[in-house]
Structure formats: C-alpha cells, structure tokens
C-alpha cells in the first residue's frame, strides 16, 4: 500500500509569488489532514476534509491560504500571496473514518516551504 | 483550549540503555487520545504508541511504553533497550476526537542515541 506523498518536497519562492502545494492521501482514506510546523514552534493543524468536504477550517491562518480536494481524492494548498510568515514545512495526513483506532493519521514526508 | 507541552528540547541516551521522555497537556475533556509519534532524519512522521484516556492500563509496544497519569495529565514515553534506530524527533499529541480527530502536537523531543 502507498503511503501518503506529498509535491514538491521543497519549495523556495519569492514574498508575493503563489505556490501550490498537493498531498495524495493513502487509497481509501477519506479523512485528510492538512498540518504546519514553523521553525521552532509547534506542528499545527490547519485543516481537515472528510472526501470533498471540509470538515474544519479553523486552523487556517488567514484568506491568502486555500486548500481544495475535488472528487474527494488529493488536496492542493494554494497559497497566494505568499508572505515571509508562511515559511516552514507543510505536513499532508490521512485517515480512514471509524474508531479512534481506525482513524490513526498515516502523515507525508512534508513540503519545505521557505519564502524569501 | 488543549495545550501539549514538551519540556525537554532535546535528550540523549546511550544505545541498549533506557530514557524517558516527557509530556503534559492540558485539557477539560474526560474522553481523549494521546499519541507519540516519531520523526526520524528526514523521513515521514510515523505513530509509536497510542492511549485512550479512558483506559487506566498503560499502553506498550514492543520497547515503547507509557506512563499515563490522567489526574496529573502527563503523558511520558519511556524507551528501553535503546537502539541506533530510535534517534528522531519525537512528538506527543493530543486528540479530542468526536468527528475530527485533528492532533495537537507539543513542540518536539530530538532524541539522540549514542553507540
């Protein structure tokens, strides 16, 4: 079974570009987790899709992020425009939907975001 | 709001010896989950070990076990036997659950293994 992937592993733009990071969730999983760790701070959680839906937004630092999961499969996160802040290394997981233990986060390897 | 926090940024342990690291949080639910995953170099975050508050046993895998205090809400990972292999970031997290599981993570433990 594939595990989760994440495109591109390493992203260096400039203040003000746009980047789209993608996430493609284990097959079948229909939970999916978008998370963020800043440099010497905590991993926080962004957002959480069940299928296409978003489930909970509340992480979502302000309007210049947008995160979208058509048909319910992989998820891009745009970021436009991106700003010095959003620098840090963005974290895609998944889950099936169940118990407690059935929704055990299967993460990616992450995207290394560094806004100059 | 839930808080996780992991007071020692970094630790380090001699190979086939036994450490243990620390996590509290802070909650007001009753029924929760608590996780310890683990980040090696470079390489994908991967679960170790996972408790339901609910239950008073102490979870254990393998050379990975908990020490869970509910009323102190601390949360340690205790690792034995200790191998090359274990060095990584190590996160604790927490997760209400209900219809989202999202975690909430502690700042991180890089655990260094010495040969």
């Known amino acids: 079974e594939a595990g989760v992937t994440q495109f591109p592993s390493h992203s260096v733009i400039e203040k003000g570009q746009t980047v789209t990071l993608r996430c493609d969730p284990i097959s079948g999983h229909d939970n999916l987790y978008w998370y963020r760790r800043v440099m010497g701070k905590e991993i926080k959680f962004l957002l959480h899709f069940v299928k296409e839906s978003k489930q909970d937004e509340s992480g979502m630092p302000n309007n210049r992020f947008l995160a979208e999961r058509t048909g319910g499969t992989y998820s891009t996160l745009k970021v436009q425009p991106a700003e010095l802040e959003d620098s840090g290394v963005y974290f895609c997981?998944?889950?099936?939907?169940?118990?407690?233990?059935?929704?055990?986060?299967?993460f990616g390897p992450g995207t290394r975001l560094l806004v100059l | 709001a839930q808080t996780v926090t992991q007071s020692q940024p970094e630790m380090s342990v001699q190979e086939a010896e036994t450490v243990t690291l620390s996590c509290t949080y802070d909650t007001s639910e009753s029924d929760y989950y608590l996780f310890w995953y683990k980040q090696p170099p470079s390489r994908q975050m991967i679960l170790v070990i996972r408790q339901e508050a609910y239950k008073q046993q102490n979870a254990t895998e393998n050379r990975f076990s908990v020490n869970f205090q509910k009323a102190a809400k601390s949360f340690s990972l205790k690792i034995s036997d200790s191998q090359l292999g274990d060095a990584a970031m190590y996160f604790c997290?927490?997760?209400?659950?209900?219809?989202?599981?999202?975690?909430?993570f502690g700042k991180g433990t890089l655990l260094t293994v010495n040969p």
């Open positions: 997290a927490y997760s209400y659950g209900g219809s989202n599981y999202k975690l909430t």
């Open positions: 997981a998944s889950s099936r939907v169940g118990t407690a233990t059935q929704e055990t986060q299967y």
